[in-house]
């Protein structure tokens, strides 16, 4: 899509109040700003258009759900001008850092840039409807290039591709992220072979995976019910190397979830407190590195 004007919102204008309390120092891992396009263009050949969602109503929401860090992942919409999300971290310089998209021939010296500014990995997709992906053995040689900066790989990927991945992350020289469950789909159960390959990739200590998504793998729409049992089992196989995200402002998404009720599902996915606080509190400071007092 190459129109100039956005989608309809993605996001909810009033989502409800949790009731869960987060922990202090609580992290939203994964979130995207659009816009606002009179400053931050859309890419142009960008495989979708999404709606204006700049950064002050990200930091509206984050301060209402009770979220006090940020970590905004660069979006194919803006393709590879990071600038967007540069914005945001230098508007809180320290809470909110960055995932960058960049090309695997991208120079050492904006590596270091990027990395100055706040920046903590880099992006590569293995979706469809996101256009041509980098040959994985291309992103596994280019971990080699990042590892000095402290750097990791996060990949996003649908679910049937974990089979074909696995053997080149399991060479990975920097810790792998793998986004919203591995996109799997609910509807196939527990025990389906793509969620059996997840589980068997995180007995590598360099693997880590988000446990967003709820609203994506579910096949039963709201409460996202049926997407629970898979992020639990994460958290219980992986507990120190899980990470939770919002997802905000949702593109590509048929309906509009609620991100109070998102957070909400933290009580069952993490059910408790120790559990919650690694997930949103130590792991990801831990793999960000989050400064002191921020």
Request: glycine fraction near 8%.
């Amino acid at each position: 899509m190459n129109s100039t004007s956005s989608s309809p919102l993605s996001y909810h204008l009033a989502p409800r109040r949790p009731k869960l309390k987060l922990p202090a120092g609580a992290c939203d891992a994964h979130m995207h700003v659009f816009g606002p396009q009179s400053r931050f263009p859309f890419a142009p050949g960008r495989s979708f258009t999404p709606c204006e969602a700049p950064k002050q109503k990200l930091f509206a929401l984050h301060e209402f759900l009770g979220i006090e860090r940020g970590v905004v992942v660069q979006s194919n919409a803006h393709g590879l001008d990071n600038s967007v999300t540069e914005d945001v971290l230098t508007a809180r310089k320290g809470r909110y850092l960055g995932i960058a998209l960049v090309p695997v021939s991208v120079t050492d010296a904006e590596l270091r840039r990027l990395d100055a500014a706040g920046f903590r990995g880099a992006r590569f997709h293995f979706m469809r409807h996101l256009g041509a992906s980098t040959p994985i053995d291309d992103v596994i040689a280019f971990g080699n290039r990042i590892s000095d900066l402290g750097w990791h790989l996060v990949l996003h990927f649908e679910g049937a591709h974990i089979h074909d991945l696995a053997p080149a992350l399991l060479r990975a020289p920097v810790p792998v992220v793998i986004d919203h469950m591995a996109r799997i789909d609910a509807s196939l159960g527990i025990d389906q072979a793509d969620f059996r390959k997840l589980l068997e990739l995180l007995r590598d200590d360099r693997i880590w995976v988000k446990v967003s998504g709820a609203e994506r793998v579910s096949r039963k729409g709201p409460p996202y019910t049926d997407a629970i049992a898979f992020a639990r089992a994460l958290v219980e196989a992986a507990g120190d190397r899980v990470l939770w995200g919002t997802d905000w402002p949702h593109p590509n998404l048929t309906h509009v979830p609620d991100d109070g009720l998102l957070v909400d599902l933290l009580e069952s996915i993490a059910p408790t407190e120790m559990q919650r606080h690694a997930l949103l509190v130590t792991n990801p400071k831990r793999l960000y590195r989050f400064g002191a007092g921020t």
